[in-house]
Each structure stands twice: as structure tokens, then as C-alpha cells.
């Protein structure tokens, strides 16, 4: 079975704080995904990751940026964290980097964040 | 550009009565079409999905959702529902041209009742 874990369920940061959060696939897969989850928006694309080292922005990147440096590893970064980046954080991976489309995405099980 | 709606956002319903989850879609282009399902403090995993093919597409523990393209629907049904269904389902698309965007909708939460 595909697994991807993500580092913490919970997470409490101040206002301004750098945050980093950890999702690890132990599938190979070569595309990976950071969304966030708000209630009546479903998901939200971030960033997605088709390779080491490459990434593409998607639908909301502002204030985020991401790291791919292992094939297994894609790190989402909060610069600067403020309160409306309060969320929850789900990481995604699939395989097959150019049939993306009908890929199935495996999520971990995601990381509530509080910025107070 | 695509886009997703899904209907109801909360779906009340008694256990063993069916249920019907509803689905459209807005694409001008052929899409991929897919159901998630997320229970309780879990991440999403795949319910379903149609690529190509037959209409009606199936999933082992007894959902099933049809694609109607002259409609831009994928509803999901299941003719009788347990307490253990209880869960957020989402409804996604993508485009069948490649790339890697899925586009989810807001999501349905499924509450069935004993």
C-alpha cells in the first residue's frame, strides 16, 4: 500500500514564525502535492512537484514556497505565517509524470495549523 | 476552465436508505472524473473514478456514480447506506490532455443517522 506521511497532525505557531511541514511517499511516485482544506472550499492547490528539484506554482501560492530535494520528501514552507494561513494542510502524491491527469492522488493525513 | 459544484454541502440520511451525492462539472475539454472519500481525521483516498469507457463505474464497499456528458454530472449513489459511510466526499475533475491539475469541489458531508 502507498503511504505518505506527514510529519505533525497538529501544529501551534506565533504569528511570523518560519514554518516547515514534512510529507514523505514511500511509493516512488514521482508527483507530489501540497493543497490546504477550508470548509466550503474543499481543496486548494499550493505547489505541486513533478521531480526532484522542479515545481510549479498552483492555484494559491502566495506566501508559501516548497523544497524538493529527495524523490520522497517535498517540504512545504510558510515564509512568514499569519493567521489567515490557519488551515488544514493535506500532502498528496501520484504516479506517472506526464499522464498526470488520471492519476490517483494518495494524501497523508494532513497537518492542522493554528497561527495565532 | 474547469470547475466543480458540488450541490449539498450536508446530506442527512437514516441508515439503509439510499443516497444520491450530486456532481457538475464545467470543462471545454474531456476530463477525468473522480469521487475522494474522507473519513474522520484521515486524509482523502479514492471512492471511484471514471477514465474512458463505461458510463457507470463502481466501488467495492457499494457506491456507484454514472458520467452523463450531456449533462456535466457524475453523481454518486449508493442504494443503502451504513453508519460507517459517514465521511466527506469530494468530487474532482482533471483534464485528459495531461498535466497534473485536479480540480476538487467544496465537498458533501455525508451524515447517516441509525
Known amino acids: 500500500d502507498v503511504k505518505v506521511t506527514q510529519s505533525s497532525r497538529y501544529l501551534v505557531k506565533r504569528t511570523g514564525e518560519k514554518v516547515f511541514l514534512e510529507c514523505v511517499q514511500d511509493m516512488d511516485h514521482e508527483n507530489m502535492f501540497w493543497y490546504r482544506q477550508d470548509p466550503g472550499l474543499g481543496l486548494r492547490l499550493i505547489y505541486f512537484?513533478?521531480?526532484?528539484?522542479?515545481?510549479e506554482k498552483g492555484d494559491i501560492p502566495e506566501g508559501y514556497s516548497v523544497s524538493r530535494e529527495k524523490k520522497e520528501r517535498f517540504s512545504l514552507i510558510l515564509e512568514s505565517a499569519s493567521t489567515n494561513q490557519t488551515s488544514m494542510y493535506l500532502c498528496?502524491?501520484?504516479?506517472?509524470?506526464?499522464?498526470?491527469?488520471?492519476?490517483?492522488?494518495?494524501f497523508g493525513p494532513g497537518t492542522r495549523l493554528l497561527v495565532l | 476552465a474547469q470547475s466543480v459544484t458540488q450541490l449539498d454541502s450536508q446530506v442527512p440520511v437514516f441508515e439503509e436508505a439510499p443516497v444520491e451525492l450530486r456532481c457538475n462539472y464545467s470543462s471545454s475539454v474531456s476530463v477525468y472524473l473522480f469521487w475522494y472519500v474522507q473519513y474522520p481525521n484521515q486524509g482523502l483516498q479514492l471512492l471511484l473514478k471514471y477514465l474512458s469507457g463505461s458510463t457507470l463505474v463502481k466501488s467495492i464497499n457499494g457506491f456507484e456514480a454514472e458520467f452523463n456528458k450531456s449533462q456535466t454530472s457524475f453523481h454518486l449513489r449508493k442504494p443503502s447506506v451504513h453508519i460507517s459511510d459517514t465521511a466527506e466526499y469530494f468530487c474532482a475533475v482533471s483534464l485528459n490532455t495531461g498535466g497534473f491539475k485536479t480540480i476538487f469541489g467544496a465537498g458533501t458531508r455525508l451524515f447517516v443517522k441509525a
Open positions: 512537484s513533478y521531480d526532484v528539484k522542479m515545481k
Open positions: 498528496a502524491s501520484s504516479f506517472r509524470p506526464y499522464r498526470g491527469g488520471e492519476e490517483t492522488q494518495y
